[in-house]
């Protein structure tokens, strides 16, 4: 029965083969990068002529691969604990009170997600020069801090939502202000949230390279920009050292990626945010 069932089925078949398709050209892609940045020379074969690992040292040297790493560290690190400091306030007011235009707020925390970053890059950016922050670390920051604290916000209202209220009025029976019933009680119990968010936002900031390539200046770059200005110079270096900077990059974000996915569920997290969409609509 089952045999038959796959061949009544060819629809079934069709999503296999394109997915295993797609699957083969990926990794094809990414071997090839791979290849190419031990190789010494590869032109015209299906192999290189020789194999070294020094285009690692020269992409190390050439960049500055250690200052860039270091500046991307500080900035994501510096958006993550403040757009945790914003949004999880933020998101219990909007989890905890109901106040006149609550859905418009709502929406509002919602375009900077569901905009494309090159749609207000731009203008965010000419704002920033404006005011002497364009080109600066602080700049790169503020930039990223647009899509991040709506992220957080949207990540942590429904872990709060999910907290009975009633803990809070037993808290307040007992003399507890606001502030000791956040910090003392409410917090313990969203660390998983936000440390889930803090993540997440952590791999959106490593990989945001829109924002972080109009707001950045020669000694505020992050490893995504860098990696962009070193393949538009290609023609000057070579080839091998800016696969061996693609495979640091994609090893980084690998990495991250692994690490968020033990802390979040994507379904979860995409269930969610359609949640924050209908109750805005």
Known sequence: MRQRALVARPGVWLVWAVMIFFLVNLAGVVAAVVVNSFSTRWFGSWWPAGLTGHHYADAWKEFALFDVLKVTLQVSLAVVVISALIGV??????????????????LAFL??????????????ATVLYKFHLGGTMWGVILANL????????????????????????????CGANTRAIFTTVLLPLLVPGVLAASILVLVRTVGMFELTFLTAGPSSQTLVVTLYYSMSAAGIRAPQAVDAMAVIYTLS?????????????????????????????
């Open 89 to 106: 306030p933020a998101a219990y007011a909007l989890a905890r009170r109901d106040f006149p235009g609550k859905r418009l707020v709502t």
């Open 111 to 124: 375009l900077p997600i569901m905009v494309p970053p090159i749609a207000y890059g731009i203008p965010l």
């Open 146 to 173: 647009v899509p991040s604290v709506p992220f957080v916000v949207l990540t942590m209202t429904p872990f709060i939502e999910q907290i009975d209220s009633k803990i809070e009025a037993a808290a307040r029976m």
């Open 253 to 281: 974000m690998l990495v991250l990626l692994v690490i968020a996915l033990r802390f979040v569920n994507p379904t979860q997290l995409v269930t969610r945010v359609g949640e924050q969409r209908e109750r805005a609509e």
